[in-house]
């Protein structure tokens, strides 16, 4: 079984996909520990809604390697195997990289490369304004290049002539779960975790 640690500053909308698959028994993991930056963070309380264990680590007044310094002993202390970025708006240091290198996964709102390094609504709008005809959702392994690690997944839907940023952001959002699901099944394949 795999041990997942989350990292998310925002809803966590991800983590409930994930939670109710290990729920439903189509995963074979567990979230171990759900960190945020943000005390109020609505990840946070998702996670307890699940009893899942929760930290909150401020970065205010602190340099980021010592920010992402904690992060690591909390994920250590958990025995996280894979570490998931939902929603962190964060950059994370280039010895938190390393150190969880090939095991941690970002989701970004977008089919990447296009529009690496844009976040959230930005990224919709940028879609509507260049009149693509598609766009998505990529998973891919971080490293200290935002948004440029080896990419796992990516799920596609098309560009409607209706649709405002605010519905791409939806439509996106609905296939981030499964793309995530994909991707945590590949991680455990390609690294073997059957040894509960």
């Known amino acids: 079984m795999i041990r997942l640690g989350v990292l998310g500053s925002t809803k966590g909308t991800d983590l409930q996909a994930i939670l109710d698959a290990i729920q439903a028994e189509q995963l074979n993991a567990a979230v171990s ?13 998702r996670a307890q809604n699940h009893n899942v264990p929760t930290s909150f680590i401020s970065h205010q007044g602190k340099k980021r390697e010592a920010f992402d310094a904690e992060m690591t002993k909390v994920l250590k202390n958990h025995n996280v195997d894979l570490v998931l970025l939902i929603g962190f708006m964060r950059i994370l240091s280039d010895a938190f990289c390393r150190e969880w290198h090939d095991r941690i996964l970002n989701v970004h709102p977008s089919l990447l490369p296009k529009y690496g390094g844009g976040i959230d609504m930005n990224v919709h709008e940028e879609v509507l304004k260049n009149n693509d005809k598609e766009t998505g959702c990529t998973i891919h392994f971080v490293t200290d290049k935002i948004d440029g690690g080896p990419i796992l997944i990516q799920k596609k839907c098309d560009v409607k002539p209706n649709d405002t940023a605010q519905s791409l952001k939806a439509k996106v959002q609905d296939l981030e779960g499964n793309a995530f699901l994909e991707a945590i099944k590949l991680f455990e394949t390609k690294y073997a975790f059957h040894n509960g």
Do not use: H, K, P, Y
């Open 33 to 45: 520990v759900v960190l945020s930056n943000r005390e109020n963070a609505f990840i946070l309380e």
